[in-house]
């Protein structure tokens, strides 16, 4: 069992709309998205320029097209570019959660992208249990000169499942193929993918709560320059993202961790 995260990343809001997290959401689904949806800025990621993204309930953003696939393509062997902060079986089909349980997608300056998995459920429509994760583009260009280069930051405030149940996951998310975190060339051999990604148990990919590369525990930063991401520790300040926003903090990681053997993997498509 893992201790509690007292000091996990908040989540950042102020961006307007019922949480904060803006206006626009993905309509509740299993294995779908939206897109293409405008960037703030454009950006360079692994030499692909792109000026829009496609937002995937399954813990994603990708740049070719909406990304169904509910269990997770170890790194590298993403079918497409992928920036992944949970690349996991999310369910956004159980209503009970009102506006929490969605995904929410806010460009709220013009320098900054902001897609938030707020206290997403896992298939098949179960919540709870729910993870609260949220994923940060910035535009660097201003302070390197170089159009494209941006930074990328994973926040993660509450994690308690990693597996759908199609994904040989148990009745609690747990067990079978666990979620995988980070980003893909799609090109089949460059990739970043976070510890503990794939993997369950202490050190498993629930433990991205609690750990960091940037001195904040649950949150991950890292820097394109020139397409390239960096694979050092980038402490760096958070970003300045618009007017009125803000830390929210909601519940933090206390699910028991434990090890469990998978069940037989469903037939239904999760």
């Known amino acids: 069992m893992l201790p509690g995260s007292a000091n996990a990343a908040g989540l950042i809001t102020g961006f307007g709309g019922s949480l904060g997290f803006g206006t626009d959401s993905v309509f509740r689904n299993d294995d779908s998205g939206v897109g293409p949806v405008p960037l703030a800025f454009p950006i360079n990621f692994y030499g692909g320029n792109y000026n829009n993204y496609f937002v995937n309930t399954n813990g994603n953003i990708t740049f070719q097209s909406v990304l169904r696939a509910f269990t997770p393509s170890f790194f590298p062997g993403a079918p497409q570019p992928i920036i992944a902060p949970w690349w996991a079986d999310v369910d956004t089909r159980n209503p009970s959660t009102g506006d929490n349980g969605l995904v929410w997608y806010v460009n709220p300056d013009a320098n900054t992208t902001v897609v938030t998995w707020n206290n997403v459920g896992v298939f098949a429509q179960l919540n709870p249990p729910s993870n609260n994760f949220q994923l940060i583009l910035r535009n660097l260009a201003p302070t390197t000169g170089t159009t494209g280069d941006f930074s990328i ?10 597996t759908g149940q199609a994904s040989g996951g ?11 975190a980070g980003f893909d060339s799609g090109n089949g051999m460059d990739y970043l993918v976070l510890p503990g990604s794939g993997t369950s148990g202490p050190t498993g990919v629930l433990n991205l709560v609690n750990t960091s590369n940037a001195n904040e525990p649950g949150a991950w930063r890292f820097n394109v320059i020139n397409g390239r991401p960096s694979t050092g520790s980038v402490p760096g300040p958070l970003p300045v993202l618009g007017i009125g926003a803000a830390f929210g903090y909601s519940r933090k990681l206390r699910n028991r961790i434990k090890n469990v053997k998978a069940p037989k993997v469903l037939s239904a498509i999760g």
Do not use: H, I
């Open 153 to 162: 930051e994973f926040r993660y405030d509450d994690l308690n499942w990693t």
């Open 170 to 180: 148990d009745s609690n998310g747990l067990g079978g193929t666990p979620a995988v």
